[in-house]
């Protein structure tokens, strides 16, 4: 398989590039981004584009591929609407209408969040702004889309996030994850977990599209 990430450089992009050098069905993984992922690795190959709002210039470099996971993202803390949606929404949107058109194909995955608000009208902007996010990508005609709702994300070894409160949060937080796991199983995943469900879904698909967090447990651990 032939894969493309988006936001290889942060938490969860990072863990799901992990896996798929540690696979040995992927043929190549094209990691997308901002900045530059440092990754050195005869399976990869990287564009780094500034403006996420217009893939036009660089379009046709998205041909052929089988499945796009989608891990770019911010969070919307200190964030007006306009600015969550364009980075939320916006960038979605331009990478999806370019996939879709150039690898018609292709499997998309998308990570938003738990609690994600599929009828777009709830108190909370992120929930709506997601859920209008998932719901765009549900209804365009790739061969299949997978909306990932984990919650809370448990960092492999030398994983880092790119927010820096997430930052403090796992430094402080980290020892205790294997506890609260314990308590709450169905909120807490890995980072492992959420790359090897990507690629469960990207091969063999899922009974849902909206995947949950105990959902993406289960299919990680297939
Ligand atoms: N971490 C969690 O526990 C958790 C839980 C549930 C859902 N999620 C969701 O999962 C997604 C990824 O989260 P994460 O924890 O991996 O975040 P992260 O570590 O902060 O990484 C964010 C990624 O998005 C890119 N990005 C952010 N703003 C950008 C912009 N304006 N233009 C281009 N690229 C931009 C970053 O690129 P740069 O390196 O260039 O900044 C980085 O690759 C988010 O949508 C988040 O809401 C995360």
């Known amino acids: 398989m032939k894969v493309i990430v988006f936001g290889a450089t942060g938490m969860v992009g990072q863990g799901v590039v992990r896996e798929c050098l540690l696979d040995g069905d992927i043929a190549e993984v094209l990691v997308v981004g901002r900045t530059s992922t440092g990754i050195e690795n005869e399976k990869v190959r990287e ?71 599929s009828s777009e009208r709830g108190r909370s902007m992120w929930a709506r702004v997601k859920g209008m996010t998932e719901n765009a990508l549900l209804a365009m005609p790739f061969r299949a889309a997978y909306m990932f709702r984990p919650a809370f994300i448990q960092p492999g070894k030398g994983i880092t996030s790119k927010t820096p409160a997430y930052r403090v949060f796992y430094k402080l937080l ?49």
């Open 47 to 117: 564009i780094v584009h500034a403006d996420m709002h217009n893939l036009g210039p660089i379009a046709e470099r998205f041909a052929g591929y089988d499945a796009c996971f989608f891990c770019l993202g911010v969070s919307s803390a200190g964030m007006n609407e306009a600015d969550y949606r364009r980075v939320t929404y916006d960038f979605t949107m331009a990478a999806a209408g370019t996939l879709v058109r150039e690898s018609p194909n292709l499997t998309f995955v998308y990570v938003s969040g738990a609690g994600t608000d």
């Open 174 to 222: 980290g020892p205790l994850f294997p506890a609260v796991r314990a308590l709450f199983p169905r909120f807490v995943t890995t980072t492992g977990e959420v790359g090897r469900a990507m690629l469960e879904v990207a091969r063999h698909g899922a009974p849902k599209r909206v995947l949950e967090s105990a959902d993406i447990v289960e299919l990680g651990r297939r």
